[in-house]
């Protein structure tokens, strides 16, 4: 290998150590790969809750459901959502492209007429999953 080679790889290699130690020690999760992946870093209290974004819907049939919040099913991932979820109590219309993704990818399920974003709430006790309740974020009765 010629010298000007091992000094671009040994430059390079420094350069990519220099981000990891940047941001492990002042990162954030918009650094990553660079900066560490803590979303998921964090213990809950014996005595804590979980919080999980789900959405509920009613369809044409009368039924409620629980739908994925997929792009296989509504057009949008969890995270997405969750992201931007004071965007959607601002604009409850724009959970309407769930609706209309969901008719267009799953026709053979029926159509959903109200969704609604619920955060479920399970408080623990010593651990244990205690009581679960769902605390409605925003609804939309789809077109």
Request: charged share 25%; no cysteine.
């Given at each position: ?129 205690d009581r679960t309740y769902d ?9």
């Open positions: 290998m010629r010298k000007a080679g091992e000094v671009v790889r040994l430059a390079a290699a420094g350069a990519v150590l220099a981000a990891l130690g940047y941001g492990t020690v002042y990162g954030t999760d918009d650094l990553f790969p660079f900066g560490p992946m803590v979303q998921y870093a964090f213990s809950i209290p014996p005595d804590g809750e979980i919080k999980s974004l789900i959405l509920l819907a009613e369809t044409a049939k009368g039924t409620t459901v629980e739908v994925p919040i997929e792009p296989y099913y509504v057009g949008v991932r969890r995270a997405e959502v969750e992201g931007q979820l004071g965007r959607y109590v601002r604009e409850p219309a724009l959970m309407q492209h769930m609706a209309d993704t969901h008719a267009r990818l799953r026709p053979q399920d029926p159509r959903l007429t109200r969704l609604r974003l619920v955060t479920r709430v399970i408080k623990l006790k010593d651990r244990r999953p605390v409605e974020r925003v609804s939309w009765t789809a077109r």
